[in-house]
């Protein structure tokens, strides 16, 4: 499975980004994909997780409330819609996808997109 994300950018303050990670491969019903993010000397953190079927989601604290994820199968596309943003997001965002596995368990991806950075001005 190769991962492509796009989307990120510059933003002010409290503005809004939507972040896309598409997919290519073969892809299978149990998988998962999710989205992490790594800010500069800071570790890899968890944001949010959806599965490939059904409507399991699962985000961060930190995030929840202000990014939403979603996922459009006949593009094999997941999208981070984030909100609200704080310069304390910026960061590096990752797109990550599992064969197998739950949305609530932030470990166990096999495949990692480049990632996009996303920087927020105060």
């Known amino acids: 499975v190769q991962l492509q994300a796009s989307g990120g950018g510059l933003v002010q303050a409290g503005g809004s980004l939507r972040l896309s990670c598409a997919a290519s491969?073969?892809?299978?019903?149990?998988?998962?994909m999710g989205w992490f993010r790594q800010a500069p000397g800071k570790e890899r953190e968890f944001l949010a997780a959806?599965?490939?079927?059904?409507?399991?989601?699962h985000y961060a604290d930190s995030v929840k409330g202000r990014f939403t994820i979603s996922r459009d199968n006949a593009k094999n596309t997941v999208i981070l819609q984030m909100n609200s943003l704080k310069p304390e997001d910026t960061a590096v965002y990752y797109c990550a996808y599992k064969r197998f596995g739950t949305t609530w368990v932030a470990t166990g991806y096999d495949y990692w997109g480049q990632g996009t950075l996303v920087t927020v001005s105060s």
């Open positions: 959806i599965s490939w079927v059904g409507d399991s989601t």
């Open positions: 491969g073969r892809t299978f019903s149990s998988s998962v």
